[in-house]
């Protein structure tokens, strides 16, 4: 079982930071992550209202999610284990003229001083990416206020995952950079519920996002195969 000072892999953290310069290139290899973030955003949006709300963004990269969910409103604070990625979205503010939080930490360490702190709380494509994905979610549980909306989005394991997600995605329509995913790494969604179910969690919607090779386009859907989101919530307080 990993702590707050372990649950990370270095491994995956300099594959990122590697790519930390190139996030905001639309056209570059986070190309898939900009034809997402739409469809997630307004996803969150529609679940959690989340103007003037207190948003929490957990492995939050460059800064894609949290500038978009700053711009509907949201008060945003926004963490990522690489220093080189946190000052990439750090220097993005002085484009966007957005006023994000942003810091180094992990969620387990970040937990320790924001217990009940946020209204809504978001961990897109991460978990798939560290050592202990339950530990995350179990931080993430204890950063959202009671009565909070929580949101994860990760990729099923399977065959067909791998066949799309891993083979399609990385090596053929190069879709995102080769070695990106670990097909023994991914989460299936059974997988993901229990782990919610563990941390006090309730899970009030799976959504699919599907990608058509023909169109080039994304969309949201009920087929959770390959690419899912959840959407949770934390309990009220007794």
């Given at each position: 079982?990993?702590?707050?000072?372990?649950?990370?892999?270095?491994?995956?953290?300099?594959?990122?930071?590697?790519?930390?310069?190139?996030?905001?290139?639309k056209?570059?290899?986070?190309?898939a992550?900009h034809?997402?973030?739409?469809?997630?955003?307004?996803?969150?949006d529609?679940q959690?209202?989340?103007?003037?709300?207190?948003?929490?963004?957990?492995?939050?990269?460059?800064g894609?999610?949290?500038?978009?969910?700053?711009?509907?409103?949201?008060?945003?604070?926004?963490?990522d284990?690489?220093?080189?990625?946190?000052?990439?979205?750090?220097?993005?503010?002085?484009?966007?003229?957005?006023a994000?939080?942003?810091?180094?930490?992990?969620?387990?360490?970040?937990?320790?001083?924001?217990?009940?702190?946020?209204?809504?709380?978001?961990?897109m494509?991460?978990?798939?990416?560290?050592?202990?994905?339950?530990?995350?979610?179990?931080?993430?549980a204890?950063?959202?206020?009671?009565g909070g909306?929580?949101?994860?989005?990760?990729?099923?394991?399977?065959?067909?995952?791998?066949a799309?997600?891993?083979?399609?995605?990385?090596?053929l329509?190069?879709?995102?950079?080769?070695?990106?995913?670990s097909?023994?790494?991914?989460i299936?969604?059974?997988e993901?519920a229990?782990?919610?179910?563990?941390?006090?969690?309730?899970?009030?919607?799976?959504?699919?996002?599907?990608?058509?090779?023909?169109t080039?386009?994304?969309?949201?859907?009920?087929?959770?195969?390959?690419?899912?989101?959840?959407?949770?919530?934390?309990?009220?307080?007794?």
């Amino acid at each position: 079982m990993s702590n707050k000072h372990s649950n990370i892999d270095p491994a995956e953290i300099a594959r990122f930071s590697a790519l930390a310069n190139r996030w905001w290139d639309k056209q570059g290899d986070m190309k898939a992550l900009h034809d997402i973030n739409p469809l997630r955003a307004n996803y969150i949006d529609r679940q959690a209202r989340v103007a003037g709300k207190q948003l929490l963004d957990v492995g939050c990269g460059a800064g894609l999610l949290a500038e978009a969910m700053a711009q509907r409103g949201a008060s945003v604070s926004a963490i990522d284990a690489g220093a080189e990625i946190i000052e990439v979205a750090r220097l993005h503010l002085l484009e966007s003229g957005l006023a994000i939080d942003y810091q180094q930490a992990t969620a387990e360490q970040y937990a320790d001083r924001h217990g009940d702190r946020f209204d809504v709380v978001t961990c897109m494509e991460m978990l798939e990416h560290v050592p202990d994905p339950a530990s995350v979610i179990r931080a993430c549980a204890s950063l959202c206020k009671p009565g909070g909306r929580l949101f994860f989005s990760t990729i099923n394991r399977n065959a067909k995952a791998w066949a799309m997600a891993i083979v399609g995605a990385e090596y053929l329509l190069k879709l995102v950079p080769k070695g990106t995913h670990s097909y023994d790494r991914l989460i299936r969604p059974s997988e993901l519920a229990r782990w919610l179910r563990d941390a006090g969690l309730l899970v009030d919607e799976l959504c699919g996002l599907e990608y058509n090779p023909l169109t080039r386009q994304y969309r949201l859907s009920d087929n959770c195969d390959v690419n899912y989101m959840v959407c949770a919530r934390k309990p009220e307080a007794a």
